[in-house]
């Protein structure tokens, strides 16, 4: 008997989300690194960048400044291979992670690596998908895009910061299965280190529609380089302005990447504590709710022993979604 997807079932997975009081308060850590998984622009560096380097600064959770590292190679594995092999009990690093990060485990992207491998601090924000296309596209909305991939998907190759297969990858097929497409593997994906390059490429006009996260392009949104024809949200978004969600335009598909952190697996109790903690203290800060917002992420938060269990039951499920998208065995 065929099985039938169910995208709503997926959707709360995603938006799920749990709390985890403070934990014991230790002496503040200096020399401290986060690891970005891709290269500048993406969903990753933003979260170094941001709540991680410049909030736990100015929130004086660490001693002095904290060094963020861009590593990009196999869909953010070979940082996931470098902290396991080499910096297993690096108390001072933790690395940017998301769903994008579980969806890469649950496929096996990232080898015999799992979810054991390192120790998932918390999760302080939710990036909605988004379809976009360049301003001039002929594109002029989501019924269009998806139109061109009912008579001729090779003329409309999409790009994104996921492999073929990773979480962007499948939120475009999301809309794809929604709009009634069978045929999902019809559809050309083309995979790059990272969301900033694969805007480029919409951009210039080499591919047709870009798949990625909210905060990935606000810039080029507010350059006036882009055009948004969906939000994969409950609700708008006010940082994308009048950008409509693609279930007010008759597809029902929400799909969130969580933004959050690991650290190495080989690390102390009380220093996991210290990261949860500073993690949560950044994530209860009106200053981090200012910024979230301004970058258009939604509320999300999960810390601890939660998050590691939320982190655990979603590789489950999209390693089981994979399968019935047909793009992991």
Same mark, same amino acid.
């Given at each position: 008997m065929r099985r039938t997807f169910n995208s709503k079932l997926y959707a709360s997975i995603l938006a799920s989300a749990v709390f985890f009081g403070p934990a014991a308060s230790a002496e503040k850590l200096s020399g401290t690194e986060c690891l970005a998984p891709a290269g500048a622009g993406g969903g990753w560096d933003f979260t170094c960048r941001v709540p991680a380097a410049?909030?736990?600064? /100015?929130?004086? $959770?660490?001693?002095?400044s904290m060094k963020v590292v861009n590593m990009s190679g196999s869909g953010g594995g070979k940082a996931f291979s470098h902290?396991?092999?080499?910096?297993?009990t690096d108390t001072r690093l933790i690395v940017a992670a998301s769903a994008a990060t579980a969806t890469r485990l649950a496929q096996k992207v990232y080898g015999d690596y799992k979810a054991d491998d390192v120790r998932w601090v918390g999760a302080l924000g939710m990036d909605y998908g988004v379809i976009v296309v360049a301003m001039d596209s002929p594109y002029k909305t989501l019924d269009d895009l998806v139109q061109q991939f009912k008579s001729n998907p090779r003329k409309a190759p999409i790009v994104g910061g996921s492999s073929v297969g990773g979480w962007d990858h499948i939120k475009a097929l999301l809309i794809a299965k929604e709009a009634g497409i069978e045929n999902l593997r019809s559809i050309t994906y083309i995979p790059?280190?990272?969301?900033? /390059?694969?805007? $480029?490429?919409v951009v210039s006009g080499r591919a047709a529609a870009f798949t990625g996260d909210?905060?990935?392009v606000l810039g080029q949104l507010q350059a006036g380089e882009v055009r948004v024809l969906a939000v994969l949200s409950d609700n708008r978004i006010p940082a994308l302005g009048d950008a409509m969600t693609a279930k007010e335009q008759g597809y029902d598909v929400v799909g969130g990447n969580w933004r959050a952190f690991y650290?190495?697996?080989g690390i102390s109790d009380d220093a996991y504590d210290y990261w949860v903690s500073a993690v949560k203290t950044v994530a209860d800060s009106p200053e981090w709710t200012e910024l979230r917002e301004k970058n258009g992420l939604a509320e999300f938060t999960s810390f601890g022993k939660d998050f590691d269990a939320f982190v655990r039951k979603q590789i489950a499920n999209v390693a089981e979604i994979s399968r019935?998208?047909?793009?992991s065995k």
């Amino acid at each position: 008997m065929r099985r039938t997807f169910n995208s709503k079932l997926y959707a709360s997975i995603l938006a799920s989300a749990v709390f985890f009081g403070p934990a014991a308060s230790a002496e503040k850590l200096s020399g401290t690194e986060c690891l970005a998984p891709a290269g500048a622009g993406g969903g990753w560096d933003f979260t170094c960048r941001v709540p991680a380097a410049q909030l736990m600064q /100015k929130l004086d $959770l660490i001693d002095g400044s904290m060094k963020v590292v861009n590593m990009s190679g196999s869909g953010g594995g070979k940082a996931f291979s470098h902290v396991v092999t080499t910096r297993n009990t690096d108390t001072r690093l933790i690395v940017a992670a998301s769903a994008a990060t579980a969806t890469r485990l649950a496929q096996k992207v990232y080898g015999d690596y799992k979810a054991d491998d390192v120790r998932w601090v918390g999760a302080l924000g939710m990036d909605y998908g988004v379809i976009v296309v360049a301003m001039d596209s002929p594109y002029k909305t989501l019924d269009d895009l998806v139109q061109q991939f009912k008579s001729n998907p090779r003329k409309a190759p999409i790009v994104g910061g996921s492999s073929v297969g990773g979480w962007d990858h499948i939120k475009a097929l999301l809309i794809a299965k929604e709009a009634g497409i069978e045929n999902l593997r019809s559809i050309t994906y083309i995979p790059f280190d990272n969301g900033g /390059k694969a805007m $480029l490429e919409v951009v210039s006009g080499r591919a047709a529609a870009f798949t990625g996260d909210a905060s990935e392009v606000l810039g080029q949104l507010q350059a006036g380089e882009v055009r948004v024809l969906a939000v994969l949200s409950d609700n708008r978004i006010p940082a994308l302005g009048d950008a409509m969600t693609a279930k007010e335009q008759g597809y029902d598909v929400v799909g969130g990447n969580w933004r959050a952190f690991y650290a190495p697996a080989g690390i102390s109790d009380d220093a996991y504590d210290y990261w949860v903690s500073a993690v949560k203290t950044v994530a209860d800060s009106p200053e981090w709710t200012e910024l979230r917002e301004k970058n258009g992420l939604a509320e999300f938060t999960s810390f601890g022993k939660d998050f590691d269990a939320f982190v655990r039951k979603q590789i489950a499920n999209v390693a089981e979604i994979s399968r019935e998208l047909g793009v992991s065995k």
